[in-house]
């Protein structure tokens, strides 16, 4: 389950005994399920303020006037729209205030969800009457009950919207940021947008953490975010992601891409990006509530943070995934079936990319890396540059065959001489009468001891050239 919260709160400036607080918030729910032709439900609760200090005037007319205007004229624009279903919960509408006294359970779902509920909510709104208190965070852990459930051979895809609007904080000592926290707690993510007017910085400070805060100075304005919250909910908002080369050109593509949740981490969807007919990024349709992270699967990532689209408009990502390849070849003559990997690191860095195969061929962001070939010994080679669209090719000199047959077992091992220096290679089996090495060509020294020997002059040392494709053998 997904979602998002926003919140909107309006007032009349310093005139004004109490700032106006409208919480819009957005749970949007996906449910995985087979693949189903038809477009996903997007059910929207309207979740509104009826407490008595709606009937405060906000410009001209007292607020619940403007709200209920603006929330009609928005219903309107939904009416006859496929694949939309509506609800309205009130609260604050049912027990006045009394002195000393407030009804914090006061909050109720009016009309429930259905194909044409526009009308009984236009009605219920045309008749409603604000009278108590603003129980905001007993609304929202209400609100997320009043969505029907979903089946078990329910294959459709749903997105669940709440829209709660509200004139002011808590007034029920409870806490909505809380309750958001224990919403993400049970699958619902949040992301809220914080409109306000007239707002003093302690009230500010405490909306912060229910939504990313804006002010808002008209019921103009208040309008214009009904609006684009609409638009959120529909999902109307298109865009491609283009993986550019080094050199600027969104022509990077076959790579599987990942979106998260920036905020929670939480996988948004998973796709292999590529080219249409045009050949160019293909358009994909894309949930406008979300912060993204946009990971490109190339080798390392290519990673994007802090991505935002703008509902209803087409937006270009654009994330720096420049590649070149690397062929890793074995040296010439004919193959002896032996598989060997390389390591590969960023120049400089310890940490493994990947463990490429000697023979084959890896696509890389562009840079420079270190390999390790796993021979014996083992085989560095520092500083590989991959350059855009080019194919860097690297050549690991074929092993040769070394034999050891001792006549009777006992402790041996292999060195390569470098330098005038004796770098160990590997162990023998002290218990085998006969090994076999694939060993990097070179010059050797083979140490062995005979284990019924015990002296140390007793020690056996002979070298050994090696050479690509070729077969040697030592006998002590």
Known sequence: MIGTLFTVTKGNGMNMRRSILATLFVATSIVTAAQDPRPPLTRMLFVMDASNSMNAFWGNQPKINTARELLLRSLKELEGQPDVELALRLYGHQTPIAPGKQDCDDTRLEVPFGPNSIPAIRSTLQSVRCLGTTPIARSLERAADDFPPITFNDTRKYRNVIILITDGIEACDEDPCAVSRALQAKGIVLKPFVI?????????????????????????????????????????????????????????????????????????????????????????????????????????????????????????????????????????????????????????????????????????????????????????????????????????????????????????????????????????????????????????EVIYRSRAARRTELTQRKDVTIESGRSSTINF
């Open 196 to 444: 306000g007017v007239g707002l003093d910085e302690s009230q500010k400070y405490a909306l912060q953490c229910v939504g990313n805060y804006f002010d808002a100075s008209t019921p103009e304005l208040f309008e214009q975010v009904l609006k684009v919250v609409v638009t959120q909910a529909l999902n109307s908002t298109t865009a491609q992601i283009s993986l550019m080369t080094a050199d600027g050109k969104p022509t990077e593509t076959d790579v599987a891409v990942s979106l998260y949740d920036q905020r929670t981490g939480k996988l948004i969807d998973h796709l292999m990006h590529t080219m249409n007919d045009r050949g160019v990024p293909d358009t994909l349709h894309i949930d406008p509530i979300y912060t993204y992270q946009v990971v490109a699967h190339t080798v390392p990532p290519s990673i994007r943070n802090d991505v935002k689209v703008r509902p209803g408009v087409h937006t270009v990502i654009a994330v720096d995934a420049g590649t070149g390849l690397l062929s890793i070849k074995s040296g010439s003559g004919p193959s002896d079936g032996n598989l060997v990997q390389a390591i590969v690191r960023r120049s400089g860095e310890t940490g493994t990319l990947i463990a490429q195969e000697v023979g084959s061929t890896q696509r890389l962001r562009t840079g420079v890396y270190d390999l390790e070939v796993l021979t014996l010994p083992r085989l560095t080679i520092p500083d590989v540059r991959i350059d855009q669209g080019r194919t860097t090719e690297i050549a690991v000199p074929r092993s040769g065959v070394l034999n050891v047959l001792p006549s009777t077992t006992g402790p041996a091992a292999i060195f390569l001489k470098r330098d005038g220096r004796l770098e160990w290679v590997a162990d023998i089996d002290p218990n085998a009468l006969r090994t076999q090495f694939r060993l990097l060509p070179g010059e050797y």
